[in-house]
């Protein structure tokens, strides 16, 4: 309606060229840019975007080259359970709390970050696990520029590992994987080494690309020389923000605290932010009252790459809502009320995932380059098979990519990843837990089940070849 009434044509024109694009829509929905794009063009319009995205209020400028300086790695920690995540967070907090600092024991904010002898820094994300990772990515936001994958040398590599890595791979976060338990009789970093050579994860030692830290999270044996290898990563990363704008930065975690209101763990990203400053975080906005690092000391202002707990919002945001300082209250005001505004008239969901019904549809449009699709079957012969035969389909127009596949049933995880890298999930033989199939819903991630591999295979070809009729 809205769009109609700006280019002057009736609703029914626009209503008729979105179902001639596959599309179908009532008058008061809301189009994705995309179409908007597309519908515009049939009537001889340019579409000019004035905001970043769907519901973006806030313009981000381009920084100045000479504005950014260099800032420290945030880093993941991923793995199989048991295998010495937590113990290896909790030991590079406890021996880098600076000795005889006030209220040096750190509490658990959901980030800290830790100086080296020499000066440098590193930011953890202390919630370990490729879930936490993934579900902040599904929601939009990137946070970590390291992943630490550790493995227990005195097991394998385990399923979660296989997890975790393809979690890290389909971010694009480069790894450093790290060999724990090294301390225990039976320890074998070579065995791992080899485990993951046979997953073409190809280590420095053996040529390949990735680095690897022997280490025992227990005695710390090699933590050191694991903390120099993610920050040598990091080098090579150049990571650079502006410390000098307004801050912004990712929500980690927000609790109501008796007597503190909203506590809101926040890593700042860019800009620096100061007690007095408007904020803004997902639906919420407010006013910096207080803010304290991980060691509960008041500070008054925090830089990028730095983790803070912010007192003063009005409601509490969640793991993964972007953080905002503004120029004024009611500008941070006016911001929640049409987020909050958006969010109910397009119900939880703010991204639209990939169909295979509407890889026509973006086909015709021209924009669709890569399919990535998540296998989950029943034994590892199909999984393998399902998944070379997938990729065979590749064309010179459409690359698919298995961008993780694995025995069992769709799990939430897989479908957090799905939602956080576009991807349809394939099971074969295997059906979703109901956790998974209401994040799904929740999420519209498309999950196709079969039970014969061709129909499989069959259907995703007539997908790409634009075949497929959307069923509605
Ligand atoms: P997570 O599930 O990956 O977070 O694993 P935890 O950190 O909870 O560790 C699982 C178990 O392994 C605990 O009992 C730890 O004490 C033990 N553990 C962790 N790292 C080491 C290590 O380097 N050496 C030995 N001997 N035990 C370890």
């Given at each position: 309606?809205?769009?109609?009434?700006?280019?002057?044509?009736?609703?029914?024109?626009?209503?008729?060229?979105?179902?001639?694009?596959?599309?179908?829509?009532?008058?008061?929905?809301?189009?994705?840019?995309?179409?908007?794009?597309?519908?515009?063009?049939?009537?001889?319009?340019?579409?000019?975007?004035?905001?970043?995205?769907?519901?973006?209020?806030?313009?981000?400028?381009?920084?100045?080259?000479?504005?950014?300086?260099?800032?420290?790695?945030?880093?993941?920690?991923?793995?199989?359970?048991?295998?010495?995540?937590?113990?290896?967070?909790?030991?590079?907090?406890?021996?880098?709390?600076?000795?005889?600092?006030?209220?040096?024991?750190?509490?658990?904010?959901?980030?800290?970050?830790v100086g080296l002898d020499d000066g440098r820094?590193?930011?953890?994300?202390?919630?370990?696990?490729?879930?936490?990772?993934?579900?902040?990515?599904?929601?939009?936001?990137?946070?970590?520029?390291?992943?630490?994958?550790?493995?227990?040398?005195?097991?394998?590599?385990?399923?979660?590992?296989?997890?975790?890595?393809?979690?890290?791979?389909?971010?694009?976060?480069?790894?450093?994987?790290?060999?724990?338990?090294?301390?225990?009789?039976?320890?074998?970093?070579?065995?791992?080494?080899?485990?993951?050579?046979?997953?073409?994860?190809?280590?420095?030692?053996?040529?390949?690309?990735?680095?690897?830290?022997?280490?025992?999270?227990?005695?710390?044996?090699?933590?050191?020389?694991?903390?120099?290898?993610?920050?040598?990563?990091?080098?090579?990363?150049?990571?650079?923000?502006?410390?000098?704008?307004?801050?912004?930065?990712?929500?980690?975690?927000?609790?109501?605290?008796?007597?503190?209101?909203?506590?809101?763990?926040?890593?700042?990203?860019a800009g620096t932010l100061r007690v007095g400053?408007?904020?803004?975080?997902?639906?919420?906005?407010?006013?910096?009252?207080?803010?304290?690092?991980?060691?509960?000391?008041?500070?008054?202002?925090?830089?990028?790459?730095?983790?803070?707990?912010?007192?003063?919002?009005?409601?509490?945001?969640?793991?993964?809502?972007?953080?905002?300082?503004?120029?004024?209250?009611?500008?941070?005001?006016?911001?929640?009320?049409?987020?909050?505004?958006?969010?109910?008239?397009?119900?939880?969901?703010?991204?639209?995932?990939?169909?295979?019904?509407?890889?026509?549809?973006?086909?015709?449009?021209?924009?669709?380059?890569?399919?990535?699709?998540?296998?989950?079957?029943?034994?590892?012969?199909?999984?393998?098979?399902?998944?070379?035969?997938?990729?065979?389909?590749?064309?010179?127009?459409?690359?698919?990519?298995?961008?993780?596949?694995?025995?069992?049933?769709?799990?939430?995880?897989?479908?957090?990843?799905?939602?956080?890298?576009?991807?349809?999930?394939?099971?074969?033989?295997?059906?979703?837990?109901?956790?998974?199939?209401?994040?799904?819903?929740?999420?519209?991630?498309?999950?196709?089940?079969?039970?014969?591999?061709?129909?499989?295979?069959?259907?995703?070809?007539?997908?790409?070849?634009?075949?497929?009729?959307p069923d509605v």
């Amino acid at each position: 309606n809205e769009l109609a009434s700006m280019m002057d044509v009736s609703v029914t024109q626009i209503i008729a060229t979105c179902m001639s694009l596959g599309l179908f829509v009532s008058i008061n929905q809301r189009l994705d840019a995309e179409t908007i794009s597309i519908v515009a063009g049939e009537f001889g319009f340019d579409v000019n975007f004035i905001t970043s995205d769907d519901q973006d209020d806030l313009l981000e400028e381009e920084d100045a080259e000479e504005d950014l300086v260099g800032r420290h790695p945030i880093v993941t920690v991923m793995g199989h359970v048991d295998h010495g995540k937590t113990s290896l967070l909790d030991y590079v907090r406890k021996a880098n709390v600076i000795a005889g600092e006030a209220g040096s024991i750190t509490q658990h904010i959901g980030a800290y970050e830790v100086g080296l002898d020499d000066g440098r820094k590193i930011t953890f994300l202390d919630t370990p696990g490729h879930e936490a990772f993934t579900a902040m990515r599904a929601r939009g936001a990137k946070v970590t520029d390291v992943v630490i994958i550790v493995i227990a040398a005195d097991d394998s590599v385990m399923p979660q590992t296989i997890e975790a890595i393809n979690h890290a791979q389909a971010a694009g976060v480069p790894m450093v994987f790290a060999f724990n338990k090294m301390d225990k009789q039976g320890a074998s970093a070579d065995k791992i080494r080899e485990q993951l050579a046979n997953m073409n994860i190809l280590v420095e030692e053996w040529g390949g690309k990735f680095q690897t830290q022997e280490i025992s999270a227990k005695s710390g044996m090699g933590v050191d020389d694991l903390l120099d290898k993610v920050l040598l990563e990091a080098e090579l990363l150049d990571l650079k923000a502006n410390p000098e704008k307004k801050a912004l930065g990712t929500v980690i975690e927000a609790a109501m605290e008796k007597g503190r209101g909203v506590v809101t763990t926040v890593l700042i990203q860019a800009g620096t932010l100061r007690v007095g400053e408007p904020i803004l975080a997902g639906q919420f906005s407010g006013r910096v009252k207080a803010l304290f690092n991980e060691r509960g000391k008041k500070i008054e202002k925090a830089g990028p790459a730095t983790p803070v707990q912010v007192l003063g919002m009005q409601g509490a945001p969640q793991a993964g809502d972007r953080f905002n300082a503004v120029e004024t209250e009611q500008e941070a005001k006016d911001i929640a009320t049409r987020r909050q505004q958006l969010q109910r008239e397009q119900g939880l969901r703010t991204q639209k995932h990939i169909t295979l019904d509407e890889i026509g549809r973006r086909l015709a449009i021209g924009n669709f380059k890569e399919l990535n699709l998540i296998v989950k079957g029943d034994v590892d012969g199909s999984v393998e098979a399902l998944s070379d035969s997938l990729l065979k389909l590749s064309t010179e127009e459409i690359q698919i990519n298995v961008i993780h596949k694995s025995v069992g049933q769709i799990s939430e995880s897989d479908v957090l990843l799905a939602s956080a890298s576009d991807a349809i999930i394939l099971g074969f033989q295997v059906r979703p837990s109901p956790q998974a199939r209401r994040l799904a819903e929740q999420e519209e991630i498309d999950i196709r089940l079969y039970s014969v591999i061709y129909k499989a295979i069959e259907e995703i070809k007539a997908a790409m070849e634009g075949l497929l009729t959307p069923d509605v």
